[in-house]
């Protein structure tokens, strides 16, 4: 599987996405900064990683949404390729419109740090048919703006189109309908808050997150 992952200025988990895709799908991903203006040809995966990207500034991913590279993850995600955000990704993703709705700041405000039990909502996607129907993982978060929020017609489309893809099993920080990734309306981009790049060695806690990576493989195969 040929993928990239996006660096910008202050990501902090490119390189545990680097790791965790490499070690899903036997190949690593190439590390693209985010001055440039075009992607490798023939990408079957782009992800977005978590991080504090141009220290947050504004608003969590308004300025690296803005990234020259920003205008070929769009163009890639046009043309079907599946594309991850995590945590700030995610972020990411929304201030491009990408995905739908909007990343707050956390219930109580408080930066959450720890473990997460999540419900696979769709094991039917892209992103989730290596669980083979798995109905529950374990990824970490760490987050302080992961409140996921939409008016009540956009959560309901995205409900009732299985655009809802993992929920959080016990909410840590407010996000509407338990909602802790949601994904297009094709099916090919994906954001999630918790982070399943850190899922992805038995010696940190455990390997739930690379079977998500193992998905896109299948998928592109």
Known sequence: MKSAVIVFPGSNCDRDCRDAVEKATGTAPAMIWHRESDLPDGLDLIVIPGGFSFGDYLRCGAIAGRS???GAVKDAAEAGVA???????????CETELLPGALLRNAGLDFVCRRQDLEIANGNTRFTAAYQGGRQVNFPVAHHDGNYFADADTLDRLEG???????????????ARDIAGVMNARGNVLGLMPHPDRAADARHGGTDGLALFRSVMESAG
């Open 68 to 70: 020259p590279i920003m």
């Open 83 to 93: 594309v991850v955000g995590i945590c700030n990704g995610f972020q990411v993703l």
């Open 161 to 175: 189109e299985g655009q809802v893809v993992f929920r959080y099993q016990g909410n840590p920080n407010g996000s």
